[in-house]
């Protein structure tokens, strides 16, 4: 059983940046790897998602251009590069494999990291 362990968040003004890590722990995760997010009264939503190298991303078009997903295999993590945040940025942001290509996810969490973008 993989564990998943999200860190990076924090309380950023709009505009700026922030990194997100997550660190996979249990197997060496091979799967292609995404993030998601967890706005307050919504449900989640997916963000980006790469392939087993990295080569190969993709994004929800309101985070293109801004976002950067990005792998370090041998350390088993996945990052989500965020530059200009917008407060509607604000959520919890979670990790996941994916189970089908580019956005679904397997059912697996870790407790995420919250991210708040202030106006």
């Known amino acids: 059983q993989v564990q998943l362990v999200e860190s990076g968040g924090g309380l950023v003004r709009a505009g700026g940046s922030l990194r997100l890590s997550c660190a996979a722990s249990g197997r060496t995760i091979t799967d292609p790897l995404g993030w998601f997010r967890q706005a307050p009264g919504k449900e989640r939503e997916f963000v980006a998602s790469?392939?087993?190298?990295?080569?190969?991303?993709y994004y929800t078009n309101s985070v293109k251009g801004r976002f950067f997903i990005s792998r370090d295999n041998a350390k088993n993590t996945v990052y989500l590069q965020m530059n200009s945040l917008k407060p509607e940025d604000t959520a919890l942001y979670y990790c996941a494999a994916i189970k089908n290509w580019p956005d679904d996810p397997l059912d697996t969490w870790g407790q995420g990291t919250l991210v708040t973008v202030s106006s």
């Open positions: 790469c392939n087993r190298s990295g080569y190969l991303s």
